[in-house]
């Protein structure tokens, strides 16, 4: 076997569970070999974008997100009929597509990591902690001035 190959983890995704219908999910999705991407508006925008057609597509609705340098983060809830598996799928190979047509490189990391929310979850909880990100890493000090989190119509959720 080829040793430059990496390999290739199990499948992270429930098996008693298929992903359809109306849930909500937080999701993790890393760029190829962490590598520190979204840094520009240019490519935020761009992903986002398709982030945004994609789930309109899919019926999901995208209730918190932010773009570190090396992953994105969502909370997402999804419609009926909605399928979450074949959104991040779509949305990866499209954004994916597009960005390696730009940049010459690859986007996204194999796989992503979920959490489907339970029913007693509270939603503008896990919105606030995904939103908070950057201020608990430091770069910024208040949750509204992180350029790369949104919907910006949604931040105003109330106290944590």
Known sequence: MDESLSKRKPNPRLKIFNYKGHYAYSITICTHNKTPIFKSKEIVDSVLDVLNNVAEKEQFGILAYYFMPDHLHLLL??????????????????????????YGRPLWQRGYFDHVLRKDEDMEKVARYIWNNPVRKGLVSIIEDYPFSGPRENMDIGPT
Request: proline share 4%; glycine share 8%; aromatic share 12%.
């Open 77 to 102: 809830a999804g419609g009926d009929p909605s399928n979450l598996q074949k959104m991040i799928k779509t949305f990866k190979q499209i954004s994916s597509y597009r960005f390696k047509k730009s």
